[in-house]
């Protein structure tokens, strides 16, 4: 699927910032597909689409409420049980690789639990509950999240052909 965007709001963008910079591309991905990703919608994307679409995800749902949020939230398979950790080492985030690796483990041996249904008393519970994810949030939130953001934004700054159809103005 061709994804068109203008390069004056490239350049608009990324005068705002990284952060303004990949939502603009997450932005117009998520339009070109209705909105949603779906298995239907996944097959119209390129593999670093919806990379970017599975961190963005990830980056919303961990600074939101963690990991623990991620997985009840129901994308812990698209997060852990696809190459997304993979892709992001090769994008340049070693470190942010190593950490959704370490979550797969603990995804691995809690996720079952922790995607339950459950009332919201139940849900804050989880946090007391399963405090393995704990470090986990601490580093991405407080440590990494500016820092991976900012090399997403110069992967798709790097591949523009790959994620949009550049237009001049």
């Known amino acids: 699927m061709e994804i068109r965007i203008k390069e004056t709001d490239i350049r608009e963008a990324a005068q705002k910032g990284v952060e303004a910079f990949v939502d603009l591309f997450v932005k117009r991905t998520l339009e070109a597909i209705g909105g949603e990703l779906t298995a239907e919608t996944m ?5 670093d689409q919806i990379t970017l679409l599975a961190y963005e995800t990830f980056r919303r749902e961990v600074m939101e409420g963690g ?3 991620l997985i009840h939230n129901g994308y812990g398979p698209f997060i852990f049980l696809n190459p997304f950790a993979k892709a992001m080492r090769l994008w340049g985030t070693r470190e942010f ?5 370490e979550g797969r483990r603990l995804y691995e041996k809690y996720g079952e639990q922790l995607a339950q249904d ?11 509950q399963f405090p393995d994810f704990d470090e986990l949030d601490d580093t991405f939130v407080d440590e990494m999240e500016p820092e991976v953001t900012a090399l ?6 790097d591949h523009l052909g790959d994620f949009a159809a550049v237009q001049s103005s």
């Not at 459950?118 to 007391?128: G, H, N, Q, S, V």
């Not at 997403?152 to 700054?157: N, P, R």
């Open 67 to 69: 990991f623990i949020q």
């Open 43 to 47: 097959q119209q994307l390129s593999a």
């Open 152 to 157: 997403v934004a110069h992967y798709i700054d």
């Open 118 to 128: 459950c009332t919201d008393e139940e849900f804050m519970a989880l946090y007391e």
């Open 97 to 101: 690789s190593k950490l959704v690796y």
